[in-house]
């Protein structure tokens, strides 16, 4: 996948990546590897000059609207309560529009129920700027899962967020996708995230970006917040950043 024409930047090249329905997957790398690339590869929102993407066994050549996706910055429209932004995909998603006219108070129930999930339960009638950062980004993950996709895509979901709140979300994806059954691609900078919440940690070069090792997470599920400091833990995420740190000097 090129940027800007035959001359621009070559974001990722020779990237084979496979991951299994219902997997949880990690995507860690050098800053600027194209991951962010990788996931809009993924979601139709590019299409590469060459190569290809298969998401449930058919051709990504437009947006796919299985996927549910939430990026770093909650991007909230502040007229709308808290709801009513939760329940916009519903309005954009063809399939649901019409169901969403006639059932409208079983898809208000269903966003109050994501919302208590997250730990924000009655706050759907405030404005997203009533809330702090957190939960601003909670209300965000209700909104990638209102349409219930079988792909939700992560990017950097709680980058701009303070440590605690951070574990917090962890906890709530991690019982998301015990609950449900959802596939997760998670792009992060952060590799005790990576290997906190996915089965499987995958590594991309500096770029342009390509898959240089794939690793699984050996530790139990459900996983509690004391892994963190467990050696092994420790071990992995060391091991990851031994990798990410040669992957940047090779550049
Ligand atoms: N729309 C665009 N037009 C031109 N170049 C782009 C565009 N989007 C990304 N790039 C370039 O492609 C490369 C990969 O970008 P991408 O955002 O996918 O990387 P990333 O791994 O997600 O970065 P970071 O770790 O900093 O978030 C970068 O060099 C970036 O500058």
């Given at each position: 996948?090129?940027?800007?024409?035959?001359?621009?930047?070559?974001?990722?090249?020779?990237l084979?990546?496979r991951?299994n329905?219902?997997?949880?997957?990690?995507?860690?790398?050098?800053?600027g590897?194209?991951?962010?690339?990788?996931?809009?590869l993924?979601?139709?929102?590019?299409?590469p000059?060459?190569?290809?993407?298969?998401?449930?066994?058919s051709?990504v050549?437009?947006?796919?609207?299985?996927?549910?996706?939430?990026?770093?910055?909650?991007?909230?429209?502040?007229?709308?309560t808290?709801?009513e932004?939760?329940l916009?995909?519903l309005?954009?998603?063809?399939?649901?529009?019409?169901?969403?006219?006639?059932?409208?108070?079983?898809?208000?129930?269903?966003?109050?129920?994501?919302?208590?999930?997250?730990?924000?339960?009655?706050?759907?009638?405030?404005?997203?700027?009533?809330?702090?950062?957190?939960?601003?980004q909670?209300?965000?993950?209700?909104?990638?899962?209102?349409?219930?996709?079988?792909?939700?895509?992560?990017?950097?979901?709680f980058?701009?967020?303070?440590?605690?709140?951070?574990?917090?979300?962890?906890?709530?994806?991690?019982?998301?996708?015990a609950?449900?059954?959802?596939?997760?691609?998670?792009?992060?900078?952060?590799?005790?995230?990576?290997?906190?919440?996915?089965?499987?940690?995958?590594?991309?070069?500096?770029?342009?970006g390509?898959?240089?090792?794939?690793?699984?997470?050996?530790?139990?599920?459900?996983?509690?917040?004391?892994?963190l400091?467990?050696?092994?833990?420790?071990d992995?995420?060391?091991?990851?950043?031994?990798?990410?740190?040669?992957?940047?000097?090779?550049?």
């Amino acid at each position: 996948m090129r940027y800007g024409g035959p001359d621009g930047t070559l974001a990722v090249s020779g990237l084979n990546l496979r991951i299994n329905r219902g997997e949880f997957v990690a995507v860690v790398g050098p800053s600027g590897c194209g991951k962010s690339t990788l996931m809009k590869l993924t979601t139709g929102l590019h299409i590469p000059q060459s190569g290809t993407v298969i998401v449930a066994n058919s051709q990504v050549t437009k947006p796919v609207s299985i996927v549910g996706m939430a990026f770093q910055n909650p991007t909230m429209l502040p007229w709308r309560t808290t709801l009513e932004n939760i329940l916009l995909p519903l309005e954009i998603v063809e399939k649901h529009r019409r169901r969403l006219r006639s059932h409208k108070a079983e898809y208000v129930a269903k966003a109050e129920n994501l919302l208590e999930t997250v730990g924000l339960k009655g706050f759907g009638q405030k404005f997203p700027w009533q809330l702090s950062g957190g939960m601003q980004q909670r209300a965000n993950l209700c909104r990638a899962l209102i349409h219930e996709p079988e792909l939700l895509m992560l990017d950097e979901p709680f980058g701009a967020l303070d440590a605690f709140t951070r574990e917090e979300l962890w906890c709530v994806i991690r019982d998301l996708h015990a609950s449900q059954d959802v596939t997760i691609v998670l792009v992060t900078h952060d590799l005790r995230e990576s290997v906190f919440l996915a089965d499987k940690v995958v590594v991309m070069s500096a770029r342009p970006g390509r898959v240089i090792s794939e690793h699984v997470v050996p530790f139990a599920r459900p996983r509690q917040l004391d892994l963190l400091y467990e050696p092994d833990f420790n071990d992995m995420v060391q091991k990851l950043h031994g990798e990410i740190a040669t992957a940047r000097a090779a550049a």
